[in-house]
Nanobody, 117 residues
Framework: QVQLVESGGGLVQTGGSLRLSCKAS????????MAWHRQSPGKQRELVAA???????TYADSVQGRFTISRDNTKNTLYLQLNSLKPEDTAVYYC???????????WGQGTQVTVSS
């Protein structure tokens, strides 16, 4: 079955960096549009960044210029580099496959990112 397993979250100070990873299995990773979403307490889940199978990338305005999404199809892994972190970036970050496509969507269990001020 399809599995998406995130890792790399943690506690970091304002201005710090983290790199999130999402290892996919049970799917043909290279053809999927992959995305990162996040959810803070009391807020709706929001799209952070997405990357299509052909490498077209979309970022939320709030992270443009600070976060970088990438993928390694040889490793079935999605990445999110988070730089210049702010307290408002604190959230659970989720990996998602199939975003904005007719294909079935799958979600990982999430990884917590906490940015202290």
């Amino acid at each position: 079955q399809v599995q998406l397993v995130e890792s790399g979250g943690g506690l970091v100070q304002t201005g710090g960096s983290l790199r999130l990873s999402c290892k996919a299995s049970g799917m043909l990773f290279s053809i999927e549009t992959m995305a990162w979403h996040r959810q803070s307490p009391g807020k709706q889940r929001e799209l952070v960044a997405a990357i299509t199978s052909s490498g077209i990338i979309t970022y939320a305005d709030s992270v443009q210029g600070r976060f970088t999404i990438s993928r390694d199809n040889t490793k079935n892994t999605l990445y999110l580099q988070l730089n210049s972190l702010k307290p408002e970036d604190t959230a659970v970050y989720y990996c998602n496959s199939g975003w904005a496509t007719p294909r079935k969507n799958y979600w990982g269990q999430g990884t917590q990112v906490t940015v202290s001020s």
